[in-house]
């Protein structure tokens, strides 16, 4: 699976639009990008997936550059509960490739009122 | 309602006591992983199994063990082979036949072990 880059932490005023970048320079052209955040202590939750084309949800959208080397998870109205760590994860969806996951570190997004 | 049950929640062991922890779901999935997590870094994958009676070792497999007997359960042991055992560990799975293309990870809420 590709690796990826996210800043450490971010900022983000309560109503505003969070937007949270990610690197996959070396992702191949079957490899979905995921996003998962883990609110402190609990497991992770899933938010949204995609592969070339923008993904919106009712969480939160999901933007791919054309050339698939980096992406933005959009939360367009972020609350007080959107505080969380956000990961970015590139892998293959399907079965055969059900393998190896590897999450980094993630992004600490802390709204603030 | 399906899910992922980890059980204990938390946990306290003395130093050289093995410990288990126990991971149990109900979603029909044939994946499932173990992760570790320290104060203020990302998972780390310690072992993982796609199918029954099989797994791998992952990133930091020192000093635990695991089996895979019934699809549903895939314990973890936490052996006084693990230097540095004081940790949250999270157990998932996924679907190795999911269709939609979405192939989602669900977690559990974890096990917090801390050793005296």
């Known amino acids: 699976d590709a690796k990826t880059t996210q800043p450490t932490s971010m900022d983000c005023a309560e109503g505003r639009a969070a937007n949270l970048p990610c690197n996959h320079s070396?992702?191949?052209?079957?490899?979905?990008v995921y996003w998962y955040r883990q609110i402190h202590s609990q497991g992770p939750q899933y938010i949204i997936h995609?592969?070339?084309n923008n993904e919106t949800n009712e969480m939160a959208s999901l933007i791919i550059t054309e050339d698939r080397k980096s992406s933005t998870l959009i939360l367009p109205h972020a609350t007080l509960r959107d505080t969380a760590v956000y990961y970015c994860?590139?892998?293959?969806?399907?079965?055969?490739?059900?393998?190896?996951?590897?999450f980094g570190q993630g992004t600490t997004l802390q709204v603030k009122p | 309602d399906g899910g992922i049950t980890q059980s204990p929640k938390y946990l306290f062991r003395k130093e050289g006591q093995n410990v288990t922890l126990s991971c149990e779901q109900n979603?029909?999935?044939?994946?499932m992983y173990w992760y570790r997590q320290d104060p203020g870094q990302g998972l780390r994958l310690i072992y993982y199994?796609?199918?029954?009676?099989?797994?791998q070792k992952g990133d930091i497999a020192e000093g635990y063990s695991v089996s895979r007997e019934k699809k549903e359960s895939f314990p973890l042991t936490v052996t006084s082979a693990q230097k540095n055992p004081t940790a949250f560990y999270l157990c998932?799975?996924?679907?190795?036949?999911?269709?939609?293309?979405?192939?989602?990870?669900?977690f559990g809420a974890g096990s917090r072990l801390t050793v005296l």
């Open positions: 998932a799975s996924t679907s190795r036949d999911d269709y939609s293309g979405a192939n989602v990870l669900t």
């Open positions: 070396t992702i191949s052209g079957n490899e979905y």
């Open positions: 995609g592969l070339k």
């Open positions: 994860i590139v892998r293959f969806p399907r079965s055969g490739n059900t393998g190896k996951l590897i």
């Open positions: 979603l029909n999935h044939d994946a």
């Open positions: 199994s796609q199918i029954v009676n099989d797994f």
